[in-house]
């Protein structure tokens, strides 16, 4: 590989060392370091379905049909949520 001018390899490794591919090989020595610590990896951390933790959740039961004085007006865009969906 080349970058900016400078040449890096040909390495010997094994390609199935980590389960996705690693195409830089500089990359490696991080992705070493990064596990030795033994940390939550982001993906324990994470998840699509609460990508944000529980901080934004909701215990929200305050909800009325009428509107009444403070309430804050929302609006959505059907046209883009219809498009999304399909």
Known sequence: MVRNGE??????RKL???DVFIRDNR???ILNK???????SF???????D???PALSSNFT???????RGDLR?????????????
């Open 7 to 12: 040449v890096f390899g040909p390495y010997k």
């Open 16 to 18: 199935n060392e980590f």
């Open 27 to 29: 990359a490696v020595g």
């Open 34 to 40: 990064a596990q030795s610590r033994h940390e939550k």
């Open 43 to 49: 993906s324990d951390m994470v998840s699509a379905r």
């Open 51 to 53: 990508p944000f933790g």
């Open 62 to 68: 305050d909800y009325h049909m009428e509107p009444m």
């Open 74 to 86: 929302l609006h959505l865009n059907i046209t883009a949520v219809r498009l999304n969906a399909e």
